[in-house]
């Protein structure tokens, strides 16, 4: 019987990050989490039926034993080296990291993993945070590597690049990256996975409009928004793998001012998908066709929640709690559980599967 590994997820969203660790079936099992939104919390416990702390991390002081803490503070408030944040953001920030190093102090995990956007390994709060690895009396027990991983080489239909850093008590030399499973450096050449693969038994033309119950009794997250006349105009101007600059030129009347002034960037602006590649970046916001590349491939509307947490790798069964736009943001922030398993597979290669006498 594979041996339970215990798993403290913080900063733990809905689970994207949990649940791919769970979905690698090596013994990994959340048994405590600390997540600040109520909607979030709801669901982690739902889905993982552990002790969820729903509030913020700075009023956690005991954490249980654990064989490993998994999570990443929230992405804002990362200054890129050398620019100034107000004093403000800087401090609530620094506190962040202070928690999440104060449950590996106490805990004592044999390894850890930090995720987080790829601007992160660039910050001034990054080198710090590599200086106490370094430094620090209990952290110098650990090995690490770190670096940005995209999604799409750990077989998520989606181009995402997330920062992961993750560290081994004990081991001197963590190797990196975690082998990629799909694309042109995965070692059988296995294809990444497309939109097509993932989402194009979904109907083009969804009926809800709010989130439901399927017939077979799962949750049914494929809601149909209601745009105007104007804005479906704009979809229709709009090709498959086309964006704002196809609105420019098939239709100069429909393009708003904002963007007929902004000749150059953002290309991802009103962009839609192609149906034989990975999506893109899925953010809170995905159901905002303005806000970037969320068009359908073909119909005339943007990805719905149930598209998104496809793109996303969540399975059907995953159930998200709380209202339309709290479950947007959990679908957006959390890690994509295919990638979430490839470095629990990872992590265990190099945490769990050698016999204790042989490390150090
Ligand atoms: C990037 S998301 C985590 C995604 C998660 N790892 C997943 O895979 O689904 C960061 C989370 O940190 C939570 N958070 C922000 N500040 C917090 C605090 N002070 N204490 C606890 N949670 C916090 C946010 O509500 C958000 O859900």
């Not at 552990?50 to 064989?67: K, T």
């Not at 963007?259 to 034989?276: E, I």
Request: contains cysteine; hydrophobic residues 35%; aromatic residues 10%.
């Amino acid at each position: 019987m594979t041996e339970q590994i215990r798993t403290i997820d913080l900063f733990a969203g809905a689970g994207g990050l949990a649940l791919g660790f769970q979905q690698a079936e090596l013994g990994y099992e959340p048994i405590f989490a600390v997540e600040i939104e109520p909607a979030a919390a709801r669901t982690f416990k739902l889905n993982f039926d552990c002790r969820v702390h729903d509030g913020p991390i700075e009023q956690v002081h005991d954490y249980p034993p654990a064989e490993i803490i998994i999570g990443g503070p929230p992405c804002q408030g990362f200054s890129p080296l050398g620019r100034d944040r107000d004093d403000e953001s800087r401090a609530q920030l620094n506190e962040l990291w202070q928690h999440y190093l104060k449950a590996v102090r106490q805990v004592r995990p044999k390894a850890f993993v930090i995720e987080n956007v790829p601007e992160f390994q660039k910050s001034a709060q990054f080198a710090k945070l590599l200086e106490l690895l370094d430094t620090d009396e209990e952290l110098k027990e650990y090995g690490y590597n770190y670096g940005v991983l995209n999604a799409a080489d750990y077989g998520v239909a989606q181009r995402r690049r997330r920062g992961i850093l993750v560290a081994i008590r004990g081991l001197k030399e963590v190797p990196w990256p975690p082998p990629p499973t799909h694309g042109p450096e995965s070692q059988d050449g296995t294809p990444y996975a497309t939109l097509r693969d993932v989402i194009a038994d979904l109907s083009p033309t969804p009926e809800i409009t709010e989130i439901g119950t399927r017939p077979d009794g799962g949750q049914d997250l494929h809601i149909r928004r209601n745009p105007t006349q104007k804005s479906l105009e704009r979809y229709r101007a709009i090709p498959e793998g086309g964006n704002r600059f196809d609105l420019a030129r098939n239709r100069p009347d429909l393009l708003p001012n904002c963007w007929a002034n902004k000749p150059t960037g953002t290309t991802d602006v009103m962009g839609r998908l192609w149906w034989d590649r990975p999506g893109f970046t899925i953010r809170t916001e995905f159901y905002k066709p303005e806000k970037g590349r969320y068009l359908h491939p073909t119909a005339d509307r943007p990805i719905t929640h149930r598209e998104a947490a496809r793109i996303q790798s969540f399975p059907d069964d995953f159930v998200f709690e709380g209202s339309k736009i709290e479950v947007a943001r959990q679908i957006g922030n959390a890690v994509p559980p295919n990638l979430a398993k490839a470095l629990a597979e990872f992590v265990y290669r190099l945490a769990f599967a050698t016999p204790v006498t042989e490390e150090a």
